[in-house]
């Protein structure tokens, strides 16, 4: 690692929003550190600056209150399988702490790093965009909420300006009838590597599907939502030949790339075997 640049810890979060805002698109936040140091050894960003973000007590938090789950940017994974309010408010989130590899990286990586990072085969945004989350950003000026689906722009591109902090994730307190899952298919290596995932989210009343959400990860620039796929559930009974109309709606609407992970038509392939285990799994919790 041949980058030279100036540490700084900042002990508030607007002092940190301050100093990102001030120093400009030469600073990065560091939060665990298991992309920005694996890039910079690798030469793929210079910073000028790094600012920690270690001290913010205010992204550390997991609170549940009234069925309403607001998990702190700086939350590893290993705190999110190890609490209980989020096994008994959103227990679907615990399906993508594999996705984090290694415990030494679950013990390190955070929840927010893993969805500022805006890499495609991220685990926890398609969860996170059919629960019908909120990111909480803070700036120099002011703190505002958007759809959490809003948050990402392209690959490795979120809406960020200079000196703007993800502080937290609000997750809706979930309703009666509801579940969801996430399934992905991935190879290990020295980690695991999502090649394909998606994430369903299903509320059934009466015997029928009255609300669905899906969600595809790995096989689009961002986290993919896919209408078709959802019209295929809605309004009709969850059986055999609806999951199956669904997944493969989800299929058509991927649109991978090939790679050393796997070629284009394998990822389609993927993506229609996990739409129909992410719904099963979804249906079994909803009931």
């Known amino acids: 690692m041949d980058s030279s640049f100036e540490y700084h810890r900042p002990a508030s979060l607007s002092e940190a929003c301050e100093l990102l805002s001030r120093l400009g698109p030469q600073a990065l936040p560091l939060a665990g550190g298991t992309d920005i140091l694996v890039d910079l050894r690798r030469g793929a960003r210079d910073p000028q600056h790094l600012v920690s973000l270690a001290d913010l007590k205010e992204l550390q938090q997991i609170v549940l209150e009234d069925g309403e789950l607001r998990i702190g940017a700086l939350v590893t994974p290993a705190r999110l399988e190890a609490s209980g309010a989020v096994g008994s408010a959103r227990p679907e989130l615990l399906d993508t702490v594999e996705g984090f590899g290694t415990p030494q990286v679950r013990h390190r990586a955070t929840v927010g790093g893993n969805l500022c990072s805006a890499a495609s085969c991220g685990d ?164």
Do not use: W
Not at 157 to 174: N, S, W
């Open 124 to 287: 926890l945004a398609p969860l996170l965009v059919v629960l019908g989350a909120r990111a909480v950003v803070a700036g120099p000026k002011e703190r505002r909420e958007l759809p959490l689906e809003a948050l990402f722009r392209d690959h490795r591109r979120t809406v960020l300006e200079p000196g703007q902090i993800l502080v937290e994730v609000v997750v809706p307190a979930r309703g009666s009838g509801e579940g969801a899952a996430y399934r992905a298919f991935g190879l290990r290596a020295a980690v695991f590597i999502t090649v394909a995932g998606v994430a369903a989210f299903l509320r059934l009343e009466d015997g029928l599907c009255r609300a669905a959400r899906i969600a595809l990860g790995a096989v689009a620039p961002t986290p993919v939502r896919v209408p078709a796929a959802e019209g295929r559930l809605v309004g009709g009974p969850l059986d055999e030949a609806a999951i199956g109309e669904a997944a493969r709606a989800a299929r058509e609407a991927a649109a991978p790339i090939s790679d050393v992970r796997g070629s284009a038509e394998h990822r389609r392939e993927l993506v229609e075997a996990m739409c129909a285990r992410a719904l099963r799994a979804a249906e079994e919790r909803a009931r």
